[in-house]
């Protein structure tokens, strides 16, 4: 990007480029409203025109590595397989996992996590907290999307519970029961 200083009078006054901006967005919305029109009569096949995805009635293919919500993986007695070591946390660029320990009276090693915490509005998804867990307990292989709604900061932290069930919820109805359900609070919002 060019700095103030480098640009020449014809940038600096802006207009020209705004009016440049309006055109190429008005040449491109109508040029796709004709195509469109143009198809829905079986003519100018030849023509591409872009094409909306009506998220979330319709969805592109998700890729192997699509990196969801959160989830904290379960034990077989239902308890999560977190440690509690701290390793996620320390690995997130973002600081938005909050992890209190907690340790067993019979198990003077391993620790569990009596908080866990994820502030979803910090959170970049870059799934870094996953590749540093060394026992597999965080994953992000839900399917579904982060939350975008809310009313207060409050509805964009996700607590250990939160992130325990979803692990219970994926088990249970599968990644599309999973996808289902999520998209169906946005629908009766
Ligand atoms: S996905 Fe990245 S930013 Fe989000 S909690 Fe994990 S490490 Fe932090
Ligand atoms: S999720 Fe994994 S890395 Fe994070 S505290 Fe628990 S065991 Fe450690």
């Known amino acids: 990007m060019k700095r103030v200083e480098e640009m020449g009078l014809w940038e600096r006054i802006y207009l020209p480029e705004v009016i440049r901006g309006l ?9 796709n409203l004709i195509v469109h029109t143009l198809h829905l009569f079986g003519l100018a096949k030849h023509l591409q025109a872009a094409i909306t995805v009506q998220y ?6 998700y890729p192997e ?4 919500r ?3 993986t379960l034990k077989d007695d239902g308890s999560p397989h977190c440690t509690a070591c701290f390793l996620c946390a320390t690995a997130c660029p973002a600081q938005c ?18 908080r866990y915490e994820i502030d979803t509005l910090r959170c970049i998804y870059c799934s870094l ?8 307990a965080i994953r992000m292989d839900t399917g579904i999307h982060p939350a975008n709604w809310g009313f207060s900061r409050k509805d964009f932290v996700e607590d250990k519970e939160t992130l325990m069930n979803r692990s219970r919820e994926l088990e249970e109805k599968g990644p599309e029961g999973l996808y289902e359900e999520h998209v169906s609070r946005y629908r009766h919002v």
Do not use: M, S
């Open 56 to 61: 979330p009635e319709e969805r592109l293919p």
């Open 65 to 68: 590595t699509f990196r969801g």
């Open 97 to 114: 996992i909050y992890i209190q320990a907690g340790e067993y009276p019979d198990n003077p090693v391993e620790k569990f996590p009596i």
């Open 129 to 136: 907290c996953v590749e540093a867990c060394p026992c597999d």
């Open 23 to 31: 055109c190429l967005t008005g040449y491109r919305f109508w040029r």
């Open 70 to 72: 959160h989830r904290l």
